[in-house]
């Protein structure tokens, strides 16, 4: 009996994936747990290993295709077997015409496969594979009708995207009929009428989809407000200083530091370590730490487990790490997923001060600016001051405002003065 | 046209077809002399004779298997019951004899007949005497079921059901034998199996028949105030239903109330609703609702009598229910 691969969900938030290499051809015989492919999702480049062994009898997605999740890739199953039985999207119509000769149904299969080939390169796909994708929000338990689901398809609206107006906040016709309207959902932005020809078109990777997808999703459906102090680093410079010449194990960074005293004030404010679950907010048992990286076509937030729970060597260790091998996208799905808050730092490019979309389902991002020498009055005089910003983005629904400020009050005091951590 | 009411649609029906087949002949509880329990007869015996208007004993078994043994030797018998609810006492004839004859010998006997009669509630009948039939009837392969709603769609199809040589029920009500309406003067049918867009609309689609239909026509006509735009579609024939306008509607409107008279378990309205999840799924917006009678035995007492009935506010909270709007 031959079995379907389906592209995997690599990450929680993959909705699609691309092949980017074959490692084993049509014909070749495959072991459960060999990989037989390498795939692109929305974060990183992943391995895919077979789930069953046997012959690889058909690659359906060919290299530098994407497919949705829970589509079918490849097949496999025994040496000679026949394909076409199972190809998953003709079953029903197999039903509903059960006198057809089964050569004409082939020929007529292969006919709509070449012209499925076709049609992809004319960049439809989204509609070629709606017939396997799973429905629109089926993880995420997302409430539609029938016929808002099928709008959605229709216009590449993600429902997840919308909350609905009907009961227990149904997703409805109207909704859509909104969403259209505003734009809301669209899973890709509106294409802008230039008259003049454009210097270069870049095609969107997973990655850059993901970035899109999910900061359209946070900016338009978490309420976001900010809070910004300033920190005298003054303590922490010469901290950090004393520290990097003490040792040679790891070079201690400011953000290495940042994440150590983020953990600390999480831990005194489990308010703060919480996100919003629809119907409940859910407050985190641990403090993992979210990072973001640069990468050269995008950004990645490793996140740094039990920060509450490791001293700010080990911290360091694994920041470079992960760091190294964001930028290779080596980074496995369970290691950049989870995070309770994330740290956004900037002041390596000298911005004094920013503001950061929160990285959904967290509660809050912290945008962390340069250091600067600046006057400062301390004890009634002027004096020469390192300072540095610190802006605090909450998701109004778990986060208050007082909330975030106390949160962020004892911040300041732990940068400006480590030793209370240790009170 | 000409305006007219149900039983004189009936009768001119019963009348143009015993004119036009001598084969054609009524039985039935104080049909003849009497002129029939509810009019609907009169003149017939007069003008046929008593070898084609026949009075019978109160004896629904017997004269409904009497019928179908005609039936099976040519004859075109209409075998009216007082009510529906003496049919339970012929159901024996009705399910197993003259819904199966043609399929157990082979097709060497039809039944040509008709059995007509008030279904369903009238005021003031109590359990017993109050109920609906159309789910009972169309359960059963073999059996057509039609329940029209206006004159003129009684006529042309109470002149089909004659005319056609299998075993038809057919639908009336104690209630709606007075209501009037336009049936056309010159000769017509209307077939068997082929439903109608009673009114047209863009916002919801209500499925009735009989006289509910009624019913939804002031529901509609009291939500056109709102600005709320009913289509109503009337199957007319329960079995064989003809979905095809019902799943067009949907298709257009994407919300579906049924109302019927009869309890909502194993109804005709489940029957409807579940061939609109097959074959219009994903254009519903909304869960489909439907008004039937409470799932209880008819009270006597009026006041819940009439609580229990489909009623015009009952079909309004319905359509505003899958419009999403609340009250």
Known sequence: MAIKVQMPKLSDTMEEGKILKWLKKEGEQVEQGEVIAEVESDKADMELEAFDSGTLLKIVVPEGKGAAVGAVIAVIGEEGEKVDDLSGEDDSKKDKKPDKPEKEEKEQKEDKEKADTTERKQDTPEIKESEEKPAPGRDGRVKASPLARKMADDHGVDLKALSGTGPEGRIIKRDIEAALEKGVGKEEAPSYAIDEPVAETIELTGMRKAIARRMVESKTSVPHFYLTVEVDMTNIVEMRSRVNEMQKEAKVSFTDIMIKLTAHALLKHPKVNSYWAGDSIKRRGQIHIGLAVALEDGLITPVIRSCDRKGIIQISKEAKDYAERARNKKLKPEEYEGGSITISNLGMFDIEEFSAIINPPEGAILATGAIVEKPVVRNGIVVVGKTMRVTMSCDHRVVDGAVGAEFLRDFKRMLENPIVTLL | ?327
């Open chain 2, 1 to 327: 046209m000409a305006i007219i009411t149900w039983r004189e649609a009936l009768n001119q029906a019963m009348a143009e077809e015993m004119e036009r087949d001598e084969n054609v002949f009524i039985m039935g509880e104080e049909v003849g002399v009497y002129q029939g329990a509810y009019k609907v007869t009169a003149g017939l015996l007069q003008r046929f004779g008593e070898k084609r208007v026949i009075d019978t004993p109160i004896v629904e078994a017997s004269f409904t298997g009497i019928g179908i043994g005609a039936a099976m030797v040519g004859l075109r018998p209409i075998v009216e019951m007082m009510t529906f609810n003496f049919s339970i006492l012929a159901m024996d004839q009705i399910f197993n004899n003259a819904a199966k004859m043609r399929y157990m010998s082979g097709g060497q006997f039809k039944v040509p007949m008709v059995i007509r009669g008030p279904n369903g509630a009238a005021h003031g009948l109590a359990a017993t005497h109050s109920q609906s039939f159309e789910s009972f009837y169309s359960h059963v392969p073999g059996l057509y079921v039609i329940a029209p709603s206006t004159p003129a769609d009684a006529k042309g199809l109470l002149k089909s059901a004659i005319r056609d040589d299998n075993p038809v029920i057919f639908l009336e009500s104690e209630v709606m034998y007075g209501q009037k309406g336009e049936v056309p003067e010159e000769e017509y049918t209307i077939p068997i199996g082929v439903s109608d867009v009673k009114r047209e609309g863009k916002d919801v689609t209500v499925v009735t028949w009989s006289k509910m239909y009624y019913i939804v026509q002031k529901a509609a006509d009291e939500l056109k105030e709102e600005d709320i735009d009913v289509e109503i579609i009337d199957p007319r024939t329960i079995r064989p239903l003809d979905d095809s306008k019902i799943i067009e509607s949907v298709k257009k409107t994407n919300r579906l109330v049924v109302v019927e008279e009869g309890w909502p378990f194993a109804s005709v309205s489940s029957e409807i609703i579940t061939r609109v999840h097959q074959k219009a799924f994903d254009y519903l917006d909304a869960p489909i609702e439907r008004v039937n009678q409470a799932d209880v035995p008819m009270p006597y007492a009026a006041n819940l009598e009439k609580a229990s009935l489909p009623n015009v506010e009952r079909v309004k909270k319905a359509i505003k229910k899958v419009l999403y709007i609340e009250e």
